[in-house]
């Protein structure tokens, strides 16, 4: 059986809304990932901006190198709960984020050489005290757009995200060890190879003094048909070519599929068709829909009019636009069945809010080789109410 596009759990073991993360799914995936690493000789971080549940850092920690962080809390979360490596970069620091991030990162990423020359002198200073090795890198941007979305695009007009060859000083390098991109979403590794190429094309001459280099995320391995042999190729290619190591940051292709939203429906109301409300609500569980936007699977489900009932599901908040999408079912939808969404462990649980006070789904851990179920967290009133004054 296909575990990513049906569920292998029974839907009614969980309170609802919830998350249910697939240990053997998440598992099937690092063995992906490990067997890049291992042919290619390079590391793999996790992004935690996309995956951040830290009950399974220590499953993650067996095959990752460590985490690529966007603030000092990712970092902070990074160091203590996954315990190797912390590589961190965000578009602008404050000296707080700078201090704050001297205690947990090892490698600290800038967007600018006015923010490298303010705080070198700070990091290596409280690295000295602290005595520990911290390395700085620079974040390029490769100017080479594959046509992801443009807000999912670094290498969009306009983009704060890099710094292009023409602001790059190359005399500057005082203290750098490795440069870092990151243009791809959700690509497979004929985009990294034309990415590769445009960043040999401008930056030949700052290479070669780097001790590693940085892929960013994107690269959506673990997706059936992902080209890995090609990924693997043009690793090995780029390290021997350039004498350097190689990271790759995937936040995406780590979770790929390995997570379920379970959401029961409330109530059917007729519209200009029928609707489900469920008790999952769509911006403050699953926002990407929304955001990117996309229609997420429903198990069981079809298109519209492709089997023989066709509604609209919906959320219970007051958005008119609190909508998932609209499917087709075998049979009418009802009071008190329960709704399997599928691919909900990537940008789904680090990115829920409370808006109009909905409850937080939970979050379950499923083991197949056991049928275990665990309940690692639930949420309620107080978690609601300590964000708000
Ligand atoms: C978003 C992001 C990632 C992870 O991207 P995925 O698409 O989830 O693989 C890695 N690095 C940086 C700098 C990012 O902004």
Redesign the pocket.
Same mark, same amino acid.
């Given at each position: 059986m296909n575990g990513r596009l049906e569920y292998r759990f029974d839907p009614k073991r969980v309170a609802t809304p919830s998350y249910v993360i697939d240990e053997g799914l998440l598992k099937e995936n690092l063995e992906v990932l490990a067997s890049v690493r291992d042919r290619a000789g390079c590391k793999v971080l996790l992004?935690l901006? @996309?995956f951040a549940m830290h009950a399974v850092f220590p499953l993650l920690a067996e095959t990752l190198d460590g985490i @690529?962080a966007?603030s000092p809390h990712e970092a902070r979360l990074g160091r203590e709960e996954f315990g190797r490596e912390v590589h961190t970069?965000a578009a602008g620091y404050s000296e707080a984020d700078i201090r704050d991030l001297c205690e947990t990162s090892d490698h600290i990423v800038f967007n600018s050489f006015a923010q490298l020359d303010r705080f070198r002198p700070l990091v290596r200073e409280l690295a000295e005290a602290a005595g520990r090795n911290i390395e700085l890198a620079l974040r390029i941007n490769p100017e080479h757009s594959e046509g992801a979305t443009p807000i999912y695009d670094?290498c969009s007009p306009g983009s704060r995200l890099g710094i292009r060859r023409a602001q790059f000083d190359a005399d500057s390098l005082d203290g750098i060890t490795g440069l870092h991109w990151?243009n791809? @979403? !959700?690509q497979d590794a004929d985009c990294l190879e034309r990415t590769i190429e445009a960043v040999e094309r401008n930056f030949s001459d700052v290479l070669p003094r780097m001790k590693y280099v940085n892929f960013?995320?994107?690269?959506h391995i673990t997706r059936p048909g992902y080209d890995v042999d090609l990924l693997v190729s043009l690793i090995t290619r780029f390290k021997k070519k350039w004498n350097v190591e190689v990271y790759l !940051?995937?936040? !995406?292709?780590v979770a790929l599929n390995a997570g379920y939203l379970v959401a029961e429906v409330l109530d059917v109301v007729q519209a200009d068709m029928p609707v489900a409300i469920m008790d999952s609500a769509v911006p403050c569980h699953m926002p990407d829909v929304i955001e990117m936007p996309y229609r997420p699977h429903i198990v069981g489900s079809g298109e519209v009019e492709e089997k023989a009932w066709t509604c609209r599901i919906g959320g219970p908040s007051c958005l008119t636009g609190d909508v998932a999408g609209e499917y087709s079912f075998d049979h009418p939808v009802r009071t008190g069945d329960r709704l399997v969404f599928t691919d909900m462990a990537?940008?789904s649980m680090v990115k829920t809010n409370t808006f109009n006070g909905i409850q937080l789904p939970s979050m379950y851990l499923f083991k197949p080789d056991s049928d275990a179920m665990t309940l690692v967290r639930s949420f309620g009133y107080e978690d609601f109410k300590n964000r708000l004054s």
């Open positions: 992004a901006k @996309c @690529c966007s970069f670094p990151h791809l @979403c !959700e960013g995320g994107g690269h !940051e995937p936040g !995406e292709a990537i940008y």
